[in-house]
């Protein structure tokens, strides 16, 4: 079992930043990649950001590259999703998800994770 627990988000408007925070516990020697997701109501949910759990190879949605930028500390199993320039069409819940022990060929997908978090709201007023 994976435990993922977001934290962060909030209200700001447009043009502001926002950074999101995801800690890990568990089995987290399992973890092969950690992802950012976000589902705004109405719409599917929709991978934003992943990167390999210890280190390498980060991917980014076409709608956040350049603004966003994924993190995380090793030490502290913290996943982190920095968020500058944020627009209006940025608003939704945001999830932290984790996939174990192998890779896909496809990191941004919602159906190739194992284990979520709650989920953190963020609103970007214009």
């Known amino acids: 079992q994976v435990q993922l627990v977001e934290s962060g988000g909030g209200s700001v408007q447009a043009g502001g930043s926002l950074r999101l925070s995801c800690a890990a516990s568990?089995?987290?020697?399992?973890?092969?990649?950690l992802g950012w997701f976000r589902q705004a109501p109405g719409k599917e949910r929709e991978g934003v950001a992943a990167i390999r759990f210890g280190g390498g190879s980060t991917f980014y949605a076409d709608s956040v590259k350049g603004r966003f930028t994924i993190s995380q500390d090793n030490a502290k199993n913290t996943l982190y999703l920095q968020m500058n320039s944020l627009k209006p069409e940025d608003t939704a819940m945001y999830y932290c998800?984790?996939?174990?022990?192998?890779?896909?060929?496809?990191?941004?997908?919602?159906?190739?994770?194992?284990?979520w978090g709650q989920g953190t709201q963020v609103t970007v007023s214009s």
């Open positions: 568990g089995y987290t020697n399992i973890i092969y990649r």
């Open positions: 998800a984790a996939r174990v022990y192998s890779g896909t060929s496809y990191p941004l997908g919602r159906n190739e994770y194992d284990y």
